[in-house]
């Protein structure tokens, strides 16, 4: 069975960062197959797309919105996955929640229902 945990989340100022971690059991994100992503969704507002990266490519994909300030990565020893946050803004919080999939090809990796296992998500305020 696999399980997601999101950490790292909390309050920040504008202009700061905050580096999320998801970590993982029952799945490895170094599998050729693996596609880890984070979404994340605002009070009111629908679960968004943030950022993936396809270990088939080894490429990361990113939202319009966070392009150049958000970077994914992973540490494989660890099999960790995180999400670092610069220059956060008010409109960046939300719940973030990890995610992967299995099965997603090019034109579903922003489709957060393409993705088979969702963490609880971590809770991040970007408030002054």
């Known amino acids: 069975q696999v399980q997601l945990a999101e950490s790292g989340g909390g309050l920040v100022q504008p202009g700061g960062s905050l580096r999320l971690s998801c970590a993982a059991s029952?799945?490895?994100?170094?599998?050729?197959?693996?596609?880890v992503g984070w979404f994340r969704q605002a009070p009111g507002k629908e679960r968004e797309f943030v950022a993936t990266?396809?270990?088939?490519?080894?490429?990361?994909y990113y939202a319009d919105s966070v392009q150049g300030r958000f970077t994914i990565s992973r540490d494989n020893a660890k099999n960790m996955v995180y999400l670092q946050m610069n220059s956060l803004k008010p409109e960046d919080t939300a719940v973030y929640y990890c995610?992967?999939?299995?099965?997603?090809?090019?034109?579903?990796?922003?489709?957060?229902?393409?993705?088979?296992?969702w963490g609880q998500g971590t809770q991040v305020t970007v408030s002054s």
């Open positions: 029952g799945h490895s994100f170094n599998s050729y197959s693996s596609t």
């Open positions: 995610a992967v999939g299995t099965r997603l090809i090019s034109s579903t990796l922003r489709n957060g229902a393409a993705y088979d296992y």
């Open positions: 990266f396809r270990r088939n490519g080894s490429r990361s």
